[in-house]
């Protein structure tokens, strides 16, 4: 072997040995990676069978836990944050009109012979008209309120506005007062008229319903029928809108419960269920009503950057969506609701559901609507409010 090929195998076999060293080297950093990832996943599946070797808990953990509710997604359009019972419309957040599923209060109460009470139409192009869902519960007050009293003057004297309308409004104010804004009467496009959740009551003959005397048998009893005075007089300072104990708003029954019981406008309540009950909270508001029936309320963001927001809602129970026309939606489950006979649940007006005892009031009432009907002549002023 000459000199030159000894040093050309010497350097081969260095080659070789580098090699070797450096496949040695990976294979050595490569097990240990696998031993720490190994150690890693032990250490995770040793904490989460610690949890489960606890003797007292294991046997509870492994049965499911009745209570614990599993969410779903559920797809809204996000511009339907605009819209539901308990959208916020005041001078800061405007009402977007559209999509209002509209009936005739005195076509309705026409088609159900209903004579206890009537729409006044105060304009000449708008019909007495308030959301399909908001009458019911209206005229399920009102006879309720005549059960309870025997008082037959009761007139709905404000109910639908169109935008229009409401500028109509506004600029007949302004005329009659000569201001150069109204304190009476909301701006075009934020007044809660326009959302067709909203109607105000007078008394006959005298336009001037005040809720006093037997009336505040309305203002106290109208949240079961999911309705609030949505401009009370103690809470001037956060509405921005003087006491006028004649404007209902419909918001549901869970919300308008929860509301009165705890003393909160609508402003206070839809802030409180934005900042403290976020979906992604461990709490959601919870509550049971004088009827033992049980409600979970919590908030979702609306997805603006998409035509469609995801909600998550609990499997299996029966749940409700509203925007808030603030910043998303609200979610409103009922956990459970109590199927025996409520305790101060109000009577319902439905023919169908009528007993032999309650057409006997029909007719009572019958007699009284005649007599309301001579008397739909309004006033000369039309004080509109808010
Ligand atoms: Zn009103």
Known sequence: MSKQSRISREKSIHRTKTLFEIFLTVSVIGAGGYIIKGIAERSQTVGYSQY????????????????????????????DKFHGNLILVNENYRYFSGDEKLVSINEMNAEKGRTLFSAVDP??????MIVEDVYEPMASMIFDFYDATQISNILIYGAY?????????????????????STRVAKAGFSEHESGLAFDIT???????????????????????????????????????????????????PHAYYMTKNNLCLEEYIDMIITKYYYQNDEHLEFTDDNGNEYEVYFVLSDDASDVTTIPVPTGKKFEVSGTNVNGFIVTVYKNENTEQPITEPTTVSEE??????????????AEITENTEVTEPPTAYVAGQ
């Open 161 to 181: 506005r169109s935008t229009d309308f409401q500028q109509q409004l506004y600029e007949d104010d302004l005329a009659a007062t000569g201001n150069e804004e």
């Open 123 to 128: 304009s000449e192009t708008d019909k007495m």
């Open 353 to 366: 559901e009528s007993t032999g005892e309650s057409e006997t009031s029909e007719s009572t009432e019958s």
């Open 52 to 79: 489960y070797a606890e003797p007292e808990t294991s046997e509870e953990e492994e049965l499911p836990d009745p209570d614990k509710v599993i969410y779903e997604t559920y797809n809204v359009p996000t511009k």
């Open 203 to 253: 008394t006959y003959p005298d336009y001037d319903y005040q809720g006093e005397g037997e009336y505040v048998w309305l203002t106290e009893n109208c949240y079961k029928y999911g309705l609030i005075i949505r401009y009370p007089e103690n809470k001037e300072q956060i509405t921005k809108i003087q006491s006028e104990p004649w404007h209902f708003r419909y918001v549901g029954k």
